[in-house]
C-alpha cells in the first residue's frame, strides 16, 4: 500500500487516505461488526458496492490475482467519493472459460472458472442477502470484460424477484469498466501508446492500471526484458507501462462510476 501511495496521483491519495485514516473503520464490511454496519445503513450507507474481480493468468509479468486486488481498492475510491457507500468482500472465482477440455485462460495453471449460471447464481443470492439487510442499491462493479452480460442478467432476475424487498435494487454497473474500454485508451494513445501496445489482455493498459493499484503485482524485471508473446498469455506489450499511465484510468474508473451511481440514486 506504501509503495501505491508513494506514486499515486493526490486525487487518489486524499480518497484513499481518508478511507484508511478516518474515525469510522473503513467501507469494507468484513472489516465491521454486525452492529457497525447496522449502524452504517440506519445512519444512511445504504449502497453496497459488490467487487467483482477473477483469478486468471495475466502473463508471466502479472499475478494471477490482478483482478481482486485492483477491484478491491477502486471499489474503495468509489465508496470514498460516494460518501454514503459500503464494500463487500471481492468476488475471485468467475467465469474463465471451460475446464475440460480446458480453453481461454484455463489453459494457463492458476486460472479457476465456474460456469455462468453458477456466477449468476452467486451474484443473485449476493443481492438478495443485501437487499434483506436494508441495503436500497446493490451494485456488480466488475472488474474483467468476460463476464459484463452475466452481472446485468443476474441484476435483471433480482429486480424482477416479486420477493425482492420493495426500495432495493441490484445495478450491473457496466460504466466501471466500459471506460476502460474508451476514454482511458484514448488518453493512452494522447500521450503515445500505440493500439499494439495498449492491447486488449495484459498489456500496457492493463499492466498500467495494475501498477497504479500496487507495484507488487507486477514482476518489474520480467515485464522490462521480456518480448510480449500470445502464447504466454500476454495480448498487448507492457513494456512501456507506469503507474503514472495507470492512474489516468483509476481517475477515469472512479469518475465514472461514481456518475452513474448518482444517476440512478440522486438524493444519495
Not at 224 to 249: F, H, K, N, S, V
Request: one cysteine or more; aromatic letters at 6%.
Amino acid at each position: 500500500m506504501l509503495r501505491w501511495l508513494a506514486r499515486a496521483s493526490a486525487a487518489s491519495v486524499a480518497l484513499i487516505a481518508g478511507v484508511v485514516h478516518g474515525a469510522a473503520p473503513g467501507p469494507h464490511i468484513e472489516d465491521m461488526t454486525w452492529p457497525e454496519l447496522q449502524g452504517r445503513i440506519q445512519a444512511g450507507s445504504t449502497t453496497v458496492l459488490v467487487p467483482i474481480g477473477g483469478t486468471e493468468q495475466n502473463g508471466p509479468h502479472m499475478v494471477l490475482g490482478k483482478h481482486n486486488v485492483r477491484v478491491r481498492v477502486l471499489a474503495s475510491l468509489i465508496a470514498a467519493k460516494l460518501g454514503n457507500a459500503v464494500v463487500a468482500p471481492v468476488m475471485a472465482y468467475v467465469p474463465e472459460g471451460a475446464a475440460n477440455p480446458p480453453t481461454a485462460h484455463m489453459r494457463f495453471p492458476g486460472t479457476i472458472t465456474m460456469t455462468d449460471a453458477t456466477f449468476e447464481a452467486v451474484l443473485e443470492s449476493t443481492a438478495r442477502s443485501f437487499c434483506q439487510h436494508g441495503f436500497r442499491d446493490v451494485v456488480f462493479l466488475g472488474d474483467h470484460g468476460g463476464y459484463q452480460k452475466s452481472e446485468e442478467r443476474a441484476a435483471a432476475r433480482v429486480n424482477a424477484e416479486k420477493a425482492t424487498p420493495v426500495g432495493c435494487k441490484a445495478h450491473a454497473l457496466t460504466e466501471y469498466y466500459r471506460v476502460t474500454q474508451g476514454a482511458y485508451l484514448d488518453d493512452l494513445k494522447a500521450r503515445g501508446l500505440s493500439t499494439a501496445e495498449i492491447g486488449t489482455h495484459a498489456g500496457a493498459a492493463d499492466t498500467s492500471l495494475a501498477l497504479a493499484v500496487d507495484p507488487a503485482l507486477v514482476r518489474h524485471d520480467v515485464m522490462t526484458r521480456t518480448a510480449p508473446r500470445p502464447q504466454d498469455g500476454t495480448y498487448g506489450d507492457p513494456r512501456r507501462a507506469t503507474a503514472e499511465l495507470g492512474q489516468l484510468g483509476v481517475q477515469r474508473i472512479v469518475d465514472a462510476s461514481v456518475a452513474a451511481i448518482r444517476a440512478f440514486s440522486p438524493a444519495r
